[in-house]
């Protein structure tokens, strides 16, 4: 079987020959999902040019007509070599098109199936997970490590170079959806076209506000307790289609970002000082520091834990993952409330 594990999708992107007869690519991410199934078709063959090498073929069309699918990921190419064949997304079921494949396990083709959410129970989804000739993909919304390491890797095919503080502004500004991500980053590419390092005017200048402002009025709201604000702005960012597990995640950083500074000021530092080592936007500085006088260290270590947890909840049970950031939002919004309550 194999349903791949988050840990061990890269190195099977990076594969050039996989063993398996299918890759089934899913997920609600539909940008990461098309990516990869991309990534691992070209992967698979010589010249992703040749269209003998690679064949792309309608979902649809496949499942209307199964045997057609077995047909061609046996056939013989002309000059040989190896063979992918890639099915764009269906709405209709292509078990009975992939049933005949893994069953003969073609040896010169692999068949990448490009899909959309599919439910653990989807039948598409547990013969790929059951069958010892198939692999199955999951793509979900890119977490901080994840942009981190697009961010990364579009800067060296550029042959650009950002520093750490650009690197975190560019994260931040960056959602969940992979696709829409590349393409804030094709913008940043072109607009620092002719120089070597891209700078966080840069960044300010050519990058669209994917997310930040919302995620800034987010956490600004919720470490102050106040919660009617907080749900205008979870609600924006749903709206925008932001994935819960990112949203959870900008309070995480900003919790540990919080915990930094008060063990600074517990050793006899200053709200002010530690706001100015943040490099926070001069708009939020009176925010974050009322944050940091409203929270202690302990309090603060409590929420880290438990947006830490919450994250890997939502990461790893998406259907859970709106409630999780719910119940998160509320529960630091309230503790914030009654710290706020205790300083009056």
Same mark, same amino acid.
């Given at each position: 079987?194999? %349903?791949?594990?988050?840990?061990?999708?890269?190195?099977?992107?990076?594969?050039?020959?996989?063993?398996?007869?299918?890759?089934?690519?899913?997920?609600?991410?539909?940008?990461?999902?098309?990516?990869?199934?991309?990534?691992?078709?070209?992967?698979?063959?010589?010249?992703?040019?040749?269209?003998?090498?690679?064949?792309?073929?309608?979902?649809?069309?496949?499942?209307?007509?199964?045997?057609?699918?077995?047909?061609? %990921?046996? $056939?013989?190419?002309?000059?040989?070599?190896?063979?992918?064949?890639?099915?764009?997304?269906?709405?209709?079921?292509?078990?009975?098109?992939?049933? *005949?494949?893994?069953?003969?396990?073609?040896?010169?083709?692999?068949?990448?199936?490009?899909?959309?959410?599919? %439910?653990?129970?989807?039948?598409?989804?547990?013969?790929?997970?059951?069958?010892? %000739?198939?692999?199955?993909?999951?793509?979900? #919304?890119?977490?901080?490590?994840?942009?981190?390491?697009?961010?990364?890797?579009?800067?060296?095919?550029?042959?650009?170079?950002?520093?750490?503080?650009?690197?975190?502004?560019?994260?931040?500004?960056?959602?969940?959806?992979?696709? @829409?991500?590349?393409?804030?980053?094709?913008?940043?590419?072109?607009?620092?076209?002719?120089?070597?390092?891209? $700078?966080?005017?840069?960044?300010?200048?050519?990058?669209?506000?994917?997310?930040?402002?919302?995620?800034?009025?987010?956490?600004?709201?919720?470490?102050?307790?106040?919660?009617?604000?907080?749900?205008?702005?979870?609600?924006?960012?749903?709206?925008?289609?932001?994935? *819960?597990?990112?949203?959870?995640?900008?309070?995480?950083?900003?919790?540990?970002?919080?915990?930094?500074?008060?063990?600074?000021?517990?050793?006899?530092?200053? *709200?002010?000082? #530690?706001?100015?080592?943040?490099?926070?936007?001069?708009?939020?500085?009176?925010?974050?520091?009322?944050?940091?006088?409203?929270?202690?260290?302990?309090?603060? @270590?409590?929420?880290?834990?438990?947006?830490?947890?919450?994250?890997?909840?939502?990461?790893?049970?998406?259907?859970?993952?709106?409630?999780?950031?719910?119940? $998160?939002?509320?529960?630091?919004?309230?503790?914030?409330?009654?710290?706020?309550?205790?300083?009056?």
């Amino acid at each position: 079987m194999v %349903a791949v594990k988050p840990g061990d999708i890269a190195g099977i992107l990076d594969q050039k020959r996989l063993k398996a007869a299918v890759v089934l690519v899913y997920g609600p991410d539909s940008g990461l999902v098309a990516e990869r199934a991309r990534r691992i078709a070209e992967n698979a063959v010589d010249n992703p040019g040749d269209p003998f090498q690679l064949v792309r073929l309608d979902g649809d069309g496949v499942a209307a007509d199964p045997l057609k699918l077995a047909d061609e %990921a046996n $056939t013989i190419g002309l000059f040989g070599g190896r063979r992918a064949i890639w099915i764009k997304p269906s709405s209709r079921s292509l078990v009975a098109a992939l049933t *005949p494949v893994l069953a003969t396990r073609p040896e010169d083709a692999v068949v990448v199936v490009e899909a959309g959410d599919l %439910a653990r129970s989807s039948p598409v989804r547990t013969l790929c997970e059951r069958s010892p %000739a198939a692999l199955a993909i999951p793509c979900y #919304a890119d977490g901080p490590r994840e942009l981190a390491g697009l961010v990364d890797a579009t800067m060296r095919d550029a042959g650009l170079q950002i520093d750490r503080e650009a690197k975190e502004q560019l994260v931040a500004l960056l959602g969940g959806d992979r696709l @829409a991500s590349r393409n804030e980053l094709e913008k940043l590419v072109l607009y620092a076209h002719g120089s070597t390092r891209v $700078t966080e005017d840069d960044i300010a200048a050519a990058v669209g506000d994917v997310s930040t402002i919302a995620a800034d009025e987010l956490v600004d709201a919720v470490f102050a307790g106040d919660l009617p604000a907080a749900d205008q702005a979870y609600a924006k960012l749903r709206s925008e289609g932001m994935d *819960p597990g990112v949203v959870v995640g900008f309070l995480l950083r900003h919790a540990l970002a919080l915990a930094a500074s008060r063990i600074a000021i517990d050793r006899g530092g200053t *709200p002010e000082g #530690a706001v100015e080592r943040m490099r926070v936007h001069f708009k939020r500085k009176a925010r974050v520091e009322r944050h940091l006088r409203l929270w202690t260290s302990p309090a603060l @270590a409590k929420v880290v834990q438990d947006c830490g947890k919450a994250v890997g909840r939502a990461r790893r049970m998406p259907a859970l993952g709106a409630p999780t950031a719910e119940t $998160t939002i509320w529960s630091i919004g309230a503790a914030a409330r009654r710290a706020a309550a205790r300083l009056r």
